[in-house]
């Protein structure tokens, strides 16, 4: 059913993906930006970057600072310098760099004005979720509240599962929520 799916003219700009046992459909890109794309959907979404929303006239800039170097449209990067001093320009006006793990990839101007019209998000897909227009009967709950024995006023610290701990395991939770362990009426 999946390759059927596959076949019809609306998934003709998507590639389908499999990650962990799970299908994914990742939109088609170059193939020189083939494994930066499935590597975003193997590792997930944090990561270090900056979000980019590239500007309308950011071909024009390109096209610009590319020609008060010598190149134009059509130009490879002939040599480190150049392109070093391409993309450090194209930094200056932008404020938006190439990563390290990409510069292979760039070696002519058109992949160098692929690369800047190329948004780059950064939510994660709970962020969007929060910012997105729910249906009235859907709710995210963003701060919830976790129970605590010595700080909860409403039931004098009973709880409904009593000789269970809450255990917090992660890093960033645990600098928000504090954890307790359960007294056990067992040694």
């Known amino acids: 059913m999946l390759r059927k799916a596959l076949l019809t003219p609306r998934f003709e700009n998507f590639q389908v993906v499999c990650v962990r046992h799970k299908q994914v459909k990742l939109p088609k890109v170059d193939k020189k930006f083939q494994a930066e794309a499935e590597s975003l959907a193997a590792r997930g979404f944090l990561r270090p970057n900056k979000p980019w929303d590239p500007p309308v ?4 800039t390109i096209l610009k600072i590319c020609s008060e170097n010598g190149l134009n449209e059509q130009s490879t990067f002939d040599s480190l310098e ?5 993309l450090k320009a194209c930094f200056d006006q932008t404020g938006h760099s190439v990563p390290n793990s990409l510069l ?10 692929t690369f800047y019209e190329t948004p780059v998000d950064t939510l994660t897909p709970f962020d969007s979720l929060k910012k ?8 995210v709950q963003e701060d919830y509240v976790r129970f ?9 610290g009973k709880t409904v599962f009593p000789k269970r701990s809450s255990i917090v ?3 960033k939770a645990r600098k928000k929520y504090e954890g307790f362990t359960a007294k056990r009426s067992w040694p």
């Open 57 to 60: 006239d950011i071909n024009t």
């Open 82 to 86: 150049i392109k070093y001093s391409v």
């Open 104 to 113: 292979h990839t760039i070696e002519n101007v058109d992949d160098l004005q």
């Open 132 to 139: 997105m227009d729910l249906p009235r009967n859907l709710h």
């Open 148 to 156: 605590h024995p010595d700080k909860d006023t409403l039931f004098n």
């Open 169 to 171: 395991s992660g890093l």
